[in-house]
């Protein structure tokens, strides 16, 4: 996508409704934003079809699947070449207790968010998954005492 398109204001109350509950009929989502229904999901396909909607997905919650803790992870790596960036991320990708990871500017070259079972699940991802990555020099970790707000999204 070369360039921003054009959403306006009826676009901008289809993505807050979508937002807020992506299983919505098209029928409950025209209605909700004042739309027939053709119009209404002409315009869900272009806003899909110009990339402004990426994905649809299911939040899963971490209590529930017995990972009730989140650790932020900063991650230095040894040294700062291609094969070394292309090897670590991919590993990263592939942990499954890996909610989500950036890399980085500034003193840190990635952070990293984990889902594990208390500090004895975090012992075994660290030594059993997180520090064999290639690449790792330094880690630093804080466990996560509440979330304040959890957005996957801007509100448009």
Same mark, same amino acid.
């Given at each position: 996508?070369?360039?921003?398109?054009? +959403?306006?204001?009826?676009?901008?109350? +289809?993505?807050?409704?979508?937002?807020?509950?992506?299983?919505?009929?098209?029928?409950?989502?025209?209605?909700?934003?004042?739309?027939?229904?053709?119009?209404?999901?002409?315009?869900?396909?272009?806003?899909?079809?110009?990339?402004?909607?990426?994905?649809?997905?299911?939040?899963?919650?971490?209590?529930?699947? %017995?990972?009730?803790?989140?650790?932020? +992870?900063?991650?230095?790596?040894?040294?700062?070449?291609?094969?070394?960036?292309?090897?670590?991320?991919?590993?990263? $990708?592939?942990?499954?207790?890996?909610?989500?990871?950036?890399?980085?500017?500034?003193?840190?070259?990635?952070?990293?968010?984990?889902?594990? $079972?208390?500090?004895? %699940?975090?012992?075994?991802?660290?030594?059993?998954?997180?520090?064999?990555?290639? %690449?790792?020099?330094?880690?630093?970790?804080?466990?996560?005492?509440?979330?304040?707000?959890?957005?996957?999204?801007?509100?448009?």
């Amino acid at each position: 996508m070369n360039s921003t398109p054009s +959403i306006d204001e009826t676009d901008r109350r +289809i993505l807050r409704a979508l937002r807020r509950d992506g299983r919505l009929s098209n029928t409950k989502l025209a209605e909700q934003v004042g739309l027939s229904t053709t119009p209404c999901w002409n315009r869900v396909r272009a806003l899909e079809e110009n990339g402004v909607i990426e994905s649809y997905t299911a939040v899963l919650n971490q209590q529930a699947l %017995g990972l009730p803790d989140t650790v932020i +992870i900063e991650v230095t790596l040894d040294r700062h070449d291609d094969e070394i960036f292309e090897k670590f991320g991919q590993a990263l $990708a592939d942990l499954p207790e890996v909610i989500e990871a950036y890399l980085l500017t500034g003193e840190y070259d990635y952070l990293i968010k984990v889902a594990v $079972a208390g500090t004895a %699940g975090y012992e075994e991802f660290l030594r059993r998954k997180l520090y064999k990555l290639p %690449g790792l020099r330094h880690s630093r970790s804080t466990f996560v005492l509440r979330c304040l707000k959890r957005a996957h999204s801007v509100e448009p």
